[in-house]
Every structure is written in structure tokens, then in C-alpha cells.
């Protein structure tokens, strides 16, 4: 039998901010705090960086894109960690004395303290397979994206979406664009106001499909269609680089999409884009993320309907 770890508390490993999204991202348009700071000392600016930052966030799929940052800020070389309890329970090894804790974001509580693998202890071997999570890849996961498409897609009309199927042609993905007024859905036996269709080609292959519906989304969470409510994601309308939102959609998801252990356009357009610019355009590091951590919860637990979306 196949042996099962925790890794992280479940409620850290879905996402920063916990079923509660909605109600924690900031009502400010302009830039966070972390944006600023990236601005003013240049953080991630530098394609080199930027690519390495990426490729981080990549091996902490249990823990929230937002989180993986953090962690990348306070210890770019750390490989796994956990809780020292956790550390205890799952994996019989210890915390050093005098290990310096990492600070990451607690869902419904200010902090979580967490600590790297190599400030611990133990007598058991630890399993290879947990620092590299994608040694053994699936480069299609053809079944793992119809899995993960349909949670979304089942998710989405929380948010106001209206998932449309097209027979485009696979030369044309899809878009995504704001509803007309008056418009509703019915979903889990209420009628729902609708305030943008998703539409996508149903000629795609399941893991083209996929990541199409997740940089659509990107676009949405990262508030390039502005926002019917501040608490669910920004208004970024004032945006008018179409390179800048671009940009920002493809890391959306390709971040979900490779967390997942899923190759996808996205990171070609990335690799590309980094091997001929030295720097990044001016993007939303902190919207990005958080962006790709919705996508994430919606996967894997779904979030309630808002009160201001139900007609009946």
C-alpha cells in the first residue's frame, strides 16, 4: 500500500487564503504592498528571477501560490516544509533547536510558522517523491484535466460565470466577456445573476481545453474586466497594455497548470518570452497569484454562492 502524507495542513495546502477568499483580497486597485516593494528594489524583475521564482512556486503544489512566494522571499533555497507538530506526526523527525521559522499566511488567522526540511531531524530516509513531486511526468494528463475542468467549470458560476462551448475551430481557443444586463443561469436549484461568459472551443484537446478556460480566468481574476465586487478580486480595467494583461493570463495558467504536473502552451509563451527579454513587463506579481490561488480553490473545493448572486 501506497504510503499517504499530509504535507501540510489542508486548509494551507489549498490555497493562502482558505474558503474565504472572497472576502480577503484587498478593495485597493493600486498596487499591494508586495508590488511596491517588488517595485521599489526591483524583485523579480529580471527575466533570470522571475524564471527562477516560477520554477520555486512550481515544486510547493501543496501549498498556495501566495505562500510559495513567501516562502521563496524569506528562503529561496528551502525544499519542503511543514509544521513543526507536522514534522513530528507525518514524518518522525524533529525541529532543530535554534531553527528559524518561516513565516506563511494562516486561513482565518494572521500567520503559520513552518519549517524546512533541512532544519530537522529524524531517523526515517525522507521520501524523494515528496521533493520532486513531478520526477515521474504525465506530459498530458489527458484524464487529471477533464477531472479538474469539470470541478472548475462547476465552480465558476459562484463568481457570476457562464461557461459557454463553441464550435470554434482549435485555431481559436476562446474569450471571456462581460454579460449582458439581465442575464442569469440556473445552478444548485437557484437562479443565479450572470456577469461574464466564458466561451471556449470544444474542438480542443482536454489539456488545451484546460489551460484556455484557466488564462480566460486569469484575464477575470486579475481584474482585467474590472469587477462587480472589490472583495473578490481588483479592478484593473485601467490596464490598456494588451502585452501586460497577456502576460498576467499566461502566468495564471501556466502556474496552475504545472502545480498540476501539466504541460501547456503557457510555458512555451513564457520560456520564450524570458529567453528574448531580460526583463518582465510591468505585471501584478501579487494579482497573478492570488489569482492562480482561486483557480486553485475552486478546483479543489469549490466556494458558496454570494448572497448578491442569487435572483431566487
Known sequence: MQTEYRYITESLAINDYGSGDRELVSVNDGPGELDELFQRVGFYSASHDFRELCG?????????PYNALLLHIQRPGCTFVATAKEWKTDFNRT???????LVILRPFGPVNFVFDLQDTDGPDPFPEDLLEPFKIHDRSREAECRYALDRLLNAVPADGIAFYPSDFSTAAAGYIETAGIGSWQKFRGHQLKVHYNL???????????????????????????????????????HITDAGIKEFEAECVSWIVCSRMGIDSESEKYLADYLDQNSRIPDISLEVILKAAGMIETRIKKGIPVPKSLKIS
Not at 520555486?56 to 498556495?64: C, V
Not at 525541529?95 to 521559522?101: L, Q
Open 95 to 101: 525541529v532543530k533547536p535554534g531553527a528559524r521559522p
Open 56 to 64: 520555486f512556486i512550481r515544486r510547493f503544489p501543496k501549498i498556495g
Open 199 to 237: 466561451v471556449v472551443s470544444r474542438n480542443l484537446p482536454p489539456v488545451e481545453m484546460f489551460a484556455s478556460v484557466l488564462h480566460e480566468l486569469g484575464h477575470l481574476y486579475c481584474g482585467h474586466l474590472g469587477t462587480v465586487d472589490k472583495r473578490a478580486w481588483p479592478d484593473r480595467k
